[in-house]
């Protein structure tokens, strides 16, 4: 299913797509927590942002799967879909911090201690889910343009 769109294969289409919008996500989603002003002014971006991470990133994966039984395998596609794997947990962490925050923004009560104390624990947790998201966007990206250019990529199995 996720194999190729008029003859083309899939993965890289959809992979560009899923290395903009994750890391967009994650900087959205970072902003969003330690800004108020920007939290105030996005309200369902960084949630609506990390959603479409949380569906691109299966995609991607999948994809990826079709693309590698057509190339067939090798060490470097081996290591890229195993890093590729570790995305999907950073990308549900951004989602509930980015749902959390969300709701805390509606219910949030002006200036208590209480209410400052959630908000750097919301500050901690999207620079963690974030920072996580996007070194392990970067690392993937980096063994998967390695992997195709360093012509180790097997021969295509038709």
Same mark, same amino acid.
């Given at each position: 299913?996720?194999? #190729?769109?008029?003859?083309?294969?899939?993965?890289?289409?959809? =992979?560009?797509?899923?290395?903009?919008?994750v890391?967009?996500a994650?900087? =959205?989603? !970072?902003i969003?927590?330690?800004?108020?002003?920007?939290r105030?002014?996005?309200?369902?971006?960084? /949630?609506?942002? #990390? /959603? *479409?991470? /949380?569906?691109?990133?299966?995609? @991607?994966?999948?994809?990826?799967?079709?693309?590698?039984?057509?190339?067939g395998? @090798?060490?470097?596609?081996?290591?890229?879909a195993? !890093?590729?794997e570790?995305? %999907?947990?950073?990308v549900?962490?951004?989602v509930v911090? *980015?749902?959390?925050l /969300? %709701?805390?923004?509606?219910?949030?009560?002006?200036?208590?201690?209480? @209410?400052?104390? $959630?908000? =750097?624990v919301l500050? $901690?947790?999207?620079l +963690?889910? @974030?920072?996580?998201?996007? $070194?392990?966007?970067?690392?993937? +990206?980096?063994s998967?343009?390695?992997a195709?250019?360093?012509?180790?990529?097997g021969?295509?199995t038709n």
């Open positions: 299913m996720f194999d #190729t769109f008029f003859g083309l294969p899939m993965h890289p289409l959809i =992979v560009h797509a899923t290395e903009v919008v890391p967009t994650a900087l =959205v989603l !970072l969003a927590a330690v800004w108020p002003r920007f105030r002014w996005a309200k369902l971006l960084p /949630l609506g942002l #990390t /959603l *479409a991470a /949380l569906v691109l990133v299966p995609l @991607s994966t999948e994809s990826g799967e079709a693309l590698e039984h057509r190339i395998e @090798s060490s470097l596609i081996d290591t890229h195993d !890093l590729a570790g995305l %999907l947990p950073w549900i962490a951004m911090v *980015a749902a959390v /969300l %709701l805390w923004n509606l219910r949030k009560t002006p200036n208590t201690g209480a @209410s400052k104390w $959630v908000a =750097v500050m $901690v947790a999207a +963690g889910a @974030s920072t996580g998201t996007i $070194v392990q966007a970067i690392v993937i +990206g980096h998967g343009a390695t195709v250019w360093s012509g180790d990529m021969t295509p």
